[in-house]
């Protein structure tokens, strides 16, 4: 899951990307909403995190862009505004949900989740596939009722895999999920090495992980 988090107080951004990437979500921050508008050009998201008031413009004008043009990005605006007037004109203008600064961590992260959710159509935290069940919340997944050790990385691309079963994803989404644009370093291949320790720990089951070559990867379950 890629978040884009658009919040010009760097401790309080920073501090939100660290708690998400430990959950598995990789973090870009913007600023401003020119960087911001930099990144959306070049990158899609699973969800954003924008705060109201930044230093370029209010971060409302940045949503009505984003809606204007068709963008459906799940958008939770961050605000220290108490007046509900100006939550019900967030709404009105295409936010999925908003947040009142101060705020906690985990609240954030579980309205992400359900943001996120309810963009996939998805009515249950849990995906299935055969005898493979995968917790986005927790981050984890069973294998025939038993735990299956992963790592964040590894738990991540799994999801990525399971919320499209059946569709074929390209390396380079499977990156763009895994990675932020801080993580510049680490090259495409990375994700043939976490696909391999994937299919090595579901080796010994009926789920298997299809190359495509020059297309990308599938998850399937054995008939």
Same mark, same amino acid.
């Given at each position: 899951?890629? $978040?884009?988090?658009?919040?010009?107080?760097a401790d309080v951004a920073e501090a939100v990307a660290i708690r998400l990437g430990k959950t598995g979500m990789a973090c870009d921050l913007a600023d401003s909403c020119a960087v911001a508008e930099d990144f959306l050009a070049?990158?899609?998201?699973? %969800? $954003?995190?924008?705060? $109201?008031n930044l230093p370029d413009r209010n971060g409302t004008e940045l949503l009505h862009d984003?809606?204007? /043009?068709?963008? /459906?990005?799940?958008?939770?605006?961050?605000?220290?505004?108490?007046?509900?007037?100006? /939550?019900?004109? %967030?709404?009105?203008?295409g936010a999925d949900d908003y947040l009142v600064k101060p705020?906690?961590?985990?609240?954030l992260e579980a309205r992400l989740r359900a943001l996120? /959710?309810?963009? %996939?159509?998805? *009515?249950?935290? %849990?995906?299935?596939? #055969?005898?493979? @069940? &995968?917790?986005?919340?927790?981050?984890?997944?069973?294998?025939?009722g038993a735990p299956l050790d992963l790592t964040r990385r590894e738990a991540t691309l799994l999801g990525l895999l399971l919320r499209s079963q059946g569709a074929v994803l390209s390396k380079q989404r499977l990156y763009d #999920?895994? &990675? @932020?644009? =801080? =993580? @510049?370093?680490? #090259?495409?291949n990375a994700i043939e090495l976490y696909i391999a320790r994937l299919r090595k *720990?579901?080796?010994a089951s009926s789920i298997g992980i299809e190359t495509q070559r020059g297309i990308g990867y599938r998850i399937f379950a054995y008939e």
């Open positions: 899951m890629r $978040i884009l988090i658009v919040e010009d107080a070049v990158q899609r998201y699973d %969800a $954003i995190v924008l705060d $109201i984003m809606r204007m /043009r068709g963008d /459906r990005t799940p958008v939770l605006m961050l605000t220290a505004l108490f007046s509900v007037d100006d /939550r019900v004109s %967030a709404l009105d203008l705020f906690d961590q985990r609240e996120v /959710r309810r963009e %996939a159509e998805q *009515k249950s935290d %849990a995906v299935t596939l #055969g005898p493979l @069940a &995968f917790s986005p919340a927790a981050l984890s997944a069973t294998l025939n #999920g895994l &990675f @932020a644009f =801080d =993580d @510049a370093d680490v #090259g495409l *720990k579901l080796s």
